[in-house]
């Protein structure tokens, strides 16, 4: 497949760069953190869209030197910013993928060893579909990162596979709720799943971030319902480098 091949000289040809997304605490009017998203400039076709991609990288392998690169430039840009007054921590999406390699807390540890970055400035991302695979095999992995000190959160929670019985078993620091659950908060049962999982959440003691936050009256919702940290649109699109550095500085 043409895309494939493409793709394997992507990473030679630093066609890839990352796009970062405010989290923001609207509590105490804070930036809380920035997710790390890969983008890929394809020399003719333009910006490939990581879902078109990501499912190739996962299937060829890619997706390992890929993850590899991004959470290097993810750490490294991190601390840059840290520098320079801009003290949030990154978050790098993680594809179960790389949990079947072994070589993941390596990675991890190698990566801050060399950009010099503080573990509890790194957070993960992991997804439901986790849950397909081998689970103790992921809870030991998630306990060794988690020792390192680096934060990991489960992304899209609660509209995919759903992973509630495993919730008390998972070593998380905190859920991220799928933006589709934002889409329609006004009807009355969807307040009340995300309210349950609100509750859910303080119980066992994890954070609860909203994703997908596009307009005043979610924020509204989501803080009468007591979910008090947004990512979305609202805020502030995926943005490059210096136009994030930018926005931190307009929002500090
Ligand atoms: O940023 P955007 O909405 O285009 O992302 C589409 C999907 O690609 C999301 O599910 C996101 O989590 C995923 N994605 C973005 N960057 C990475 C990455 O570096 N690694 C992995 N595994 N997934 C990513
Ligand atoms: O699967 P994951 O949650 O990592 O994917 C994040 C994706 O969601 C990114 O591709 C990002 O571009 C997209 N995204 C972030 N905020 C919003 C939003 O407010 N609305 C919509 N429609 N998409 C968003
Ligand atoms: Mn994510
Ligand atoms: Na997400």
């Not at 983008?39 to 910006?47: A, D, E, F, T, V």
């Not at 397909?132 to 509209?159: C, H, P, W």
């Not at 919730?167 to 006004?186: E, Q, V």
Request: hydrophobic share 40%.
């Amino acid at each position: 497949m043409e895309l494939e091949k493409d793709l394997q000289r992507a990473l030679d040809q630093d066609q890839f760069f990352i796009v970062y997304q405010p989290k923001w605490n609207v509590k105490t009017n804070r930036l809380v953190g920035l997710e790390a998203l890969i983008r890929w400039q394809h020399p003719r076709l333009g910006l490939v869209s990581p879902g078109e991609f990501i499912p190739i990288a996962e299937e060829t392998g890619l997706i390992i030197p890929m993850t590899r690169w991004t959470l290097e430039e993810a750490c490294r840009r991190c601390k840059a910013w840290q520098a320079v007054g801009f003290a949030q921590p990154v978050s790098v999406n993680l594809s179960v993928r790389l949990f079947q390699t072994d070589l993941l807390t390596e990675l991890i540890s190698s990566t801050l060893e060399k950009t010099q970055l503080e573990p509890r400035f790194l957070e993960l991302e992991i997804t439901e579909s986790m849950v397909f695979y081998d689970i103790n095999d992921i809870i030991r992995q998630l306990e060794a990162i988690r020792k390192l000190g680096v934060r990991v959160s489960m992304d899209d929670f609660g509209t995919g596979y759903s992973s509630i019985g495993l919730l008390d078993r998972l070593p998380l620091d905190a859920l991220k709720l799928d933006r589709l659950f934002i889409d329609d908060l006004d009807t009355p049962s969807k307040r009340a799943i995300i309210h349950a999982i609100i509750l859910m959440a303080e119980t066992l003691q994890l954070d609860v971030i909203a994703e997908g936050v596009e307009k005043q009256e979610h924020i509204e919702f989501l803080t009468q319902l007591g979910c008090h940290v947004m990512q979305g649109y609202f805020y502030g699109k995926p943005m490059e480098d210096e136009i994030i550095e930018r926005w931190m500085k307009d929002h500090d």
